[in-house]
């Protein structure tokens, strides 16, 4: 069974940064596409970055373009996004998604982590 597990949300003021991790486990993650997702209150689940095991591609959406980074280590099965210079509309719940195969990286993921809280304060 696949899991997902998210780790490094906290609290944070305006203009700082943090790293979020995930550590995937329960398969062989070498067909799979990850990402990130964030959920705000009152908001709908937001695509935020994400990239595929196989390929060399990295996507973010418009919003943390040029301010978030996602990156992974293949040998501990870990995804990373960092994050800098962040505002208070990044506050959210952060999720790690993954889904098999290789197809649109802004929807369709089938497993998900338990969310870590972000908050940027002003």
């Known amino acids: 069974q696949v899991q997902l597990v998210e780790s490094g949300g906290g609290l944070v003021q305006a203009g700082g940064s943090l790293r979020l991790s995930c550590v995937a486990s329960g398969h062989t993650f070498s067909t799979y596409t990850m990402g990130w997702f964030r959920q705000a209150p009152g908001k709908e689940r937001e695509f935020v970055a994400a990239?595929?095991?196989?390929?060399?591609?990295?996507y973010y959406t418009d919003s943390v373009k040029g301010r978030f980074t996602i990156s992974r280590d293949s040998a501990k099965n870990t995804v990373y996004l960092q994050m800098n210079s962040l505002k208070p509309e990044d506050t959210a719940v952060y999720y790690c998604?993954?889904?098999?195969?290789?197809?649109?990286?802004?929807?369709?993921?089938?497993?998900w982590g338990q969310g870590t809280q972000v908050t940027v304060s002003s």
């Open positions: 990239f595929t095991w196989s390929g060399r591609n990295t």
């Open positions: 998604a993954a889904k098999s195969g290789i197809g649109r990286v802004t929807t369709e993921y089938d497993y």
